[in-house]
């Protein structure tokens, strides 16, 4: 069974800088992409940030793009979100996903538990 356990969300003030991570255990496909999502209330979950099996293919929303960064351990055990100068927008339940296959676009079919960022102003 594929499990993804998160780490590293908090509150931290505007400006601040939080690294998220996620670790795989359990049995996986051989290769796939991973990703990060985020959900604020009332709103989808939305695609963040993605980085494919080899780490040559990577997604970054158009908001984050310069102050978010994705990147995966030689193991591909564990993925890492580091988000540098955040904003009260980015306050959101963020989500560490693994894909269907190594498509950074997805589709993903396994979800982490989700952790809070809040970011104060």
């Known amino acids: 069974q594929v499990r993804l356990l998160q780490s590293g969300g908090q509150l931290v003030q505007a400006g601040a800088s939080l690294r998220l991570s996620c670790t795989v255990s359990?049995?996986?496909?051989?290769?796939?992409?991973m990703g990060w999502f985020r959900q604020t209330p009332g709103k989808e979950r939305e695609l963040t940030a993605a980085?494919?099996?080899?780490?040559?293919?990577?997604y970054l929303e158009d908001s984050v793009k310069g102050r978010f960064t994705i990147s995966r351990n030689d193991a591909k055990t564990s993925i890492y979100l580091q988000m540098n100068n955040l904003t009260p927008e980015d306050t959101a339940v963020y989500y560490c996903?693994?894909?269907?296959?190594?498509?950074?676009?997805?589709?993903?079919?396994?979800w982490g538990q989700g952790t809070q960022v809040t970011v104060a102003s």
């Open positions: 996903a693994l894909a269907r296959n190594d498509y950074v676009q997805g589709p993903y079919d396994y």
């Open positions: 359990g049995r996986a496909r051989s290769t796939y992409a």
């Open positions: 980085i494919n099996w080899n780490g040559q293919n990577t």
